[in-house]
């Protein structure tokens, strides 16, 4: 049963920036750029259910490990959350293997991001996502 004559209200400016943030993230992450990752986290959530400081050190780390196994060039790829925040950006570096291991799991996982007040509030690795066709398809079932 579909219900009708929703008033929907969509702030287009925040719309714009979480884009906006979306975009700087990645850049940030495949420059492996601690400092401005700093810059887009707001301060008081948490990521990946650690502090602002301790996840940045945490990629620090990944970073690290990235480098010392010869990888320089992390390539990216947006999809969708599909569990946690259904819709929500998840983005994949290095095909969904960066990081290469992240609680015991090896395989395919994702950065999901929420957003409040113009900054990243929140980063959870995803292990569920689609494309966006796919999400597309999910809400005109809906």
Not at 32 to 48: F, G, N, P, R, T
Not at 110 to 131: Q, V
Request: net charge negative; with cysteine.
């Amino acid at each position: 049963m579909k219900i009708k004559n929703i008033k929907l209200e969509v702030n287009l400016g925040e719309i714009e920036r979480n884009r906006e943030l979306t975009s700087l993230f990645a850049h940030a992450m495949c420059d492996m750029d601690i400092a401005e990752l700093d810059s887009l986290l707001h301060e008081e959530y948490k990521y990946h259910d650690k502090s602002k400081i301790d996840f940045l050190n945490w990629l620090h780390e990944k970073f690290a490990e990235n480098l010392d196994n010869g990888l320089y060039f992390m390539p990216v790829k947006m999809r969708y959350c599909l569990s946690c925040k259904p819709g929500n950006p998840t983005l994949l570096f290095n095909q969904g293997f960066f990081p290469k291991e992240v609680d015991g799991c090896k395989g395919q996982k994702g950065f999901m991001l929420d957003f409040k007040a113009g900054k990243i509030s929140d980063i959870t690795i995803c292990y569920k996502w689609c494309n966006e066709r796919e999400l597309n398809e999910l809400c005109q079932m809906n």
